[in-house]
């Protein structure tokens, strides 16, 4: 779904891109696969950049991405399409194991909002690096919920806004200590992307 997303406005090549490829990691983590992974590679169906092969267990396995605005308008789309393939057989193989129900969460979660302003350049996935490196196992998820380029930025730079998502095993988190956390995940961004950060 548009989780912080206008639901009524038309989808974009980027978020088309985002969808596909969440589709395909919400799968990979759904099947317990080992060794899953994402490489940018384009096909050349595939948008420029907008093509990535899957990786399990150090084999590709598939390939998916964002098709081609000229493929697409030979049959007549008009909407951006994204296209995921992957081989049954190989994934099939690599499937470690089948877990039963995951019991909810015994402890409320709590959310920190943060715009990163950076080159056009700097990739989701990298962005998702260096934040896991940085963080504590209390960071349970990163969103990505939009993505912005204007004038206003400056030439060759764009707004990555995020969503990082804490939460303890073993107790309900504080304000303090998760914007502890947070900082230390910002400090790694601000160095090593290197990013400008505008905090919700």
Known sequence: GR????K???VDELEMFLWIKGLWEQASAALNLRGAALRPADRPWSEPGRGM??????????WLG????SIAKEWRLHEPVGLLEA???PLVAQIATIHGLTPPPSYPSIRRDAALIVGTDVRHERVVEVARAAAPTELEKIELFDVYQGKNLGEGRKSMAYAFTYRSKTGTLTDEV???FQAKVNAALKAQLPAEIREG
């Open 178 to 180: 998760a914007n502890g």
């Open 53 to 62: 092969e899957i990786v399990v267990d150090g084999a590709v396995v598939g």
């Open 8 to 10: 009524f406005k038309p």
């Open 3 to 6: 989780t912080g997303l206008d």
């Open 87 to 89: 081989e049954a057989k």
């Open 66 to 69: 964002l098709l081609n605005a």
